[in-house]
């Protein structure tokens, strides 16, 4: 049976959740849409490597690559056809001892007595219809949202806002958290999870959300794909994402439970009374959920609480050092300035990445920059539209130096020419949004200097200023044309008015004399 090659990434989520986190090859089949024979060749290879989660947090995604795929011969040996044992096991007498000597009969060099059993033991498990589930401490976190929601008043227009609400309820004690929130969207939801385990003080095994799009970004039975925020959720708080299958609400019943009864002892009692802000909404909602926590359970002779404080808090894992911060991922194309564009505005990479496609995460105070899962590059988050946020190690030498200019140096640099080269330079420079802007201008401006000399330079800037041309292109213009050579009518210095252009006699043109009568 062929298993499927992963992906750096996908393979490192697999090892952690295998090593770190002590998860079932089915549970990380759930969480990561891996299939449970490739998790098991995953983590073959990895041991194989003499590799644990230490050694591979330290390997770049190529050493990991070439440790878990050297070049090899293929595996000529065949597999047994499971659906054929399957069937064949139903005869009376037929055991897997006997399939397994007459699998040998057919293929000498095949494989041995407890590989052939755990293949078809591994398929079969996948085929298990049901399973019945044992909730043990500080093990799931059940998620989702309600199906009936409540709502704000605009204080301005008294029009409803339908807001939701998130519901988090634990397995072992069915202790509840519970919050208002304005959308399902990302952000939203992932502040939820991070408010959630602040509640609970700690941090559970793994979290079981709904395959909703905002958590999961391919609903699949047998191959979910978890949004890659929410995967770096797990990975903050070290915990395992597993979807709950579609059409199966016993893997979720917890809180589906826990949703009809927040709608009973929560929402409806809400529904005579009016807020005009989620934070008032939420306070009511928190009084509400300490009563249905201390609220005593026929069932069970205790309360959430008293359950939760017995059975799930001393299981919980510790909450780690610092909250989880919300980013956003993008793509992007190094570009041919070695900057990528992230809320428009830009940021650079290394130069020698031109044209590399990397990632990019973003969140409200900083932008960084991965290839191939490494961080390469890590900025202050800039809200200028339209602006240049530039590392100097980035940027090639020649380009170092250029950056070394600033707008004192020029203004130094061109008053060696002359005041009408100063002048130019400076009026440049504060014509543009950003002075550095004008930093390229100049510096051709400087270059004609090298060629054409300093007196015709400062002649052109003089003609270049009667014009209000404000350009490298027009300088050189002059120069090439020699028009700085041309008398003008009167000098032109920093401040002073430009001259009067001469007058053309002309048969239409009145003159001074013309309203003496």
Same mark, same amino acid.
């Given at each position: 049976m062929a298993t499927e090659r992963l992906s750096m990434r996908k393979t490192r989520e697999v090892l952690r959740l295998k090593w770190a986190l002590k998860r079932s090859h089915r549970e990380i089949w759930r969480s990561t849409g891996v299939g449970v024979g490739t998790v098991s060749d995953c983590a073959s290879r990895a041991t194989a490597a003499g590799l644990d989660w230490a050694g591979v947090e330290r390997l770049t995604d190529e050493e990991l690559e070439a440790k878990l795929y050297p070049p090899a011969a293929a595996e000529s040996r065949p597999l047994p056809e499971p659906l054929h044992l399957h069937l064949e096991l139903k005869?009376?007498?037929?055991?897997?001892?006997?399939?397994?000597?007459e699998y040998l009969e057919s293929h000498p060099d095949g494989y041995g007595y407890t590989q052939f059993c755990r293949h078809y033991h591994e398929w079969l498990q996948r085929r298990r219809l049901t399973m019945r589930q044992t909730h043990r401490a500080g093990d799931k976190l059940f998620v989702d949202y309600a199906g009936k929601t409540p709502h704000l008043i605009?204080?301005?227009?008294?029009?409803?806002?339908?807001?939701?609400?998130?519901?988090?309820?634990?397995?072992?004690?069915?202790?509840?958290?519970?919050?208002?929130t304005l959308t399902q969207q990302s952000h939203d939801w992932i502040g939820s999870h991070v408010r959630a385990f602040d509640f609970l003080g700690g941090?559970?095994?793994?979290?079981?959300?709904?395959?909703?799009?905002?958590?999961?970004?391919?609903?699949?039975?047998?191959?979910?794909?978890?949004? /890659?925020?929410? *995967?770096?959720?797990? !990975?903050?708080?070290?915990?395992?994402?597993? #979807? @709950?299958?579609?059409?199966? &609400?016993?893997?979720?019943?917890?809180?589906?439970?826990?949703?009809?009864?927040?709608?009973?002892?929560?929402?409806?009692?809400?529904?005579?009374?009016?807020?005009?802000?989620?934070?008032?909404?939420?306070?009511?909602?928190?009084?509400?959920?300490?009563?249905?926590?201390?609220?005593?359970?026929? /069932?069970?002779? *205790?309360?959430?609480? !008293?359950?939760?404080?017995?059975?799930?808090? #001393? @299981?919980?894992?510790?909450? &780690?050092?610092?909250?989880?911060?919300?980013?956003?991922?993008?793509?992007?194309?190094?570009?041919?300035?070695?900057?990528?564009?992230?809320?428009?505005?830009?940021?650079?990479?290394?130069?020698?990445?031109?044209?590399?496609?990397?990632?990019?995460?973003?969140?409200?105070?900083?932008?960084e920059i991965f290839l191939h899962n490494r961080r390469i590059a890590s900025h202050a988050r800039s809200f200028v539209k339209n602006g240049f946020t530039t590392l100097t190690e980035h940027m090639p030498a020649a380009h170092q130096k250029q950056a070394e200019w600033t707008s004192a140096r020029l203004s130094r640099w061109a008053a060696s020419a002359g005041p009408h080269a100063r002048a130019l330079v400076e009026a440049i420079m504060a014509e543009r949004r950003h002075p550095q802007w004008g930093f390229r201008s100049c510096l051709g401006i400087m270059r004609l200097g090298e060629k054409y000399g300093a007196d015709r330079l400062e002649a052109a800037c003089r003609r270049a200023l009667v014009a209000h041309a404000r350009s490298y292109t027009h300088v050189a213009s002059i120069l090439k044309t020699g028009l700085d050579r041309a008398a003008l009518p009167a000098p032109v210095v920093e401040g002073a008015a430009a001259p009067a252009l001469p007058s053309t006699p002309h048969e239409n043109i009145r003159g001074r004399t013309y309203y003496n009568n």
């Amino acid at each position: 049976m062929a298993t499927e090659r992963l992906s750096m990434r996908k393979t490192r989520e697999v090892l952690r959740l295998k090593w770190a986190l002590k998860r079932s090859h089915r549970e990380i089949w759930r969480s990561t849409g891996v299939g449970v024979g490739t998790v098991s060749d995953c983590a073959s290879r990895a041991t194989a490597a003499g590799l644990d989660w230490a050694g591979v947090e330290r390997l770049t995604d190529e050493e990991l690559e070439a440790k878990l795929y050297p070049p090899a011969a293929a595996e000529s040996r065949p597999l047994p056809e499971p659906l054929h044992l399957h069937l064949e096991l139903k005869r009376a007498g037929v055991t897997l001892r006997l399939l397994h000597v007459e699998y040998l009969e057919s293929h000498p060099d095949g494989y041995g007595y407890t590989q052939f059993c755990r293949h078809y033991h591994e398929w079969l498990q996948r085929r298990r219809l049901t399973m019945r589930q044992t909730h043990r401490a500080g093990d799931k976190l059940f998620v989702d949202y309600a199906g009936k929601t409540p709502h704000l008043i605009d204080p301005k227009t008294g029009a409803p806002i339908e807001v939701e609400l998130f519901l988090a309820v634990l397995g072992a004690s069915n202790f509840t958290f519970a919050e208002a929130t304005l959308t399902q969207q990302s952000h939203d939801w992932i502040g939820s999870h991070v408010r959630a385990f602040d509640f609970l003080g700690g941090v559970t095994a793994a979290v079981v959300p709904d395959q909703l799009k905002t958590g999961v970004t391919r609903a699949c039975r047998y191959e979910p794909g978890i949004q /890659r925020v929410y *995967e770096e959720l797990g !990975q903050h708080y070290d915990t395992a994402i597993l #979807p @709950a299958r579609p059409g199966h &609400p016993r893997d979720k019943a917890k809180v589906e439970v826990g949703v009809q009864i927040a709608e009973r002892w929560i929402l409806a009692r809400l529904r005579n009374q009016t807020f005009f802000s989620l934070d008032a909404l939420n306070q009511r909602i928190g009084e509400l959920l300490d009563d249905l926590n201390d609220r005593v359970m026929r /069932r069970y002779k *205790e309360s959430r609480r !008293q359950l939760f404080e017995r059975l799930d808090r #001393p @299981a919980l894992k510790p909450l &780690p050092a610092a909250r989880f911060s919300f980013g956003t991922w993008l793509k992007a194309k190094v570009n041919i300035d070695y900057h990528i564009v992230v809320d428009d505005h830009f940021y650079s990479a290394h130069y020698l990445l031109v044209h590399e496609d990397v990632d990019a995460r973003y969140t409200a105070t900083t932008v960084e920059i991965f290839l191939h899962n490494r961080r390469i590059a890590s900025h202050a988050r800039s809200f200028v539209k339209n602006g240049f946020t530039t590392l100097t190690e980035h940027m090639p030498a020649a380009h170092q130096k250029q950056a070394e200019w600033t707008s004192a140096r020029l203004s130094r640099w061109a008053a060696s020419a002359g005041p009408h080269a100063r002048a130019l330079v400076e009026a440049i420079m504060a014509e543009r949004r950003h002075p550095q802007w004008g930093f390229r201008s100049c510096l051709g401006i400087m270059r004609l200097g090298e060629k054409y000399g300093a007196d015709r330079l400062e002649a052109a800037c003089r003609r270049a200023l009667v014009a209000h041309a404000r350009s490298y292109t027009h300088v050189a213009s002059i120069l090439k044309t020699g028009l700085d050579r041309a008398a003008l009518p009167a000098p032109v210095v920093e401040g002073a008015a430009a001259p009067a252009l001469p007058s053309t006699p002309h048969e239409n043109i009145r003159g001074r004399t013309y309203y003496n009568n």
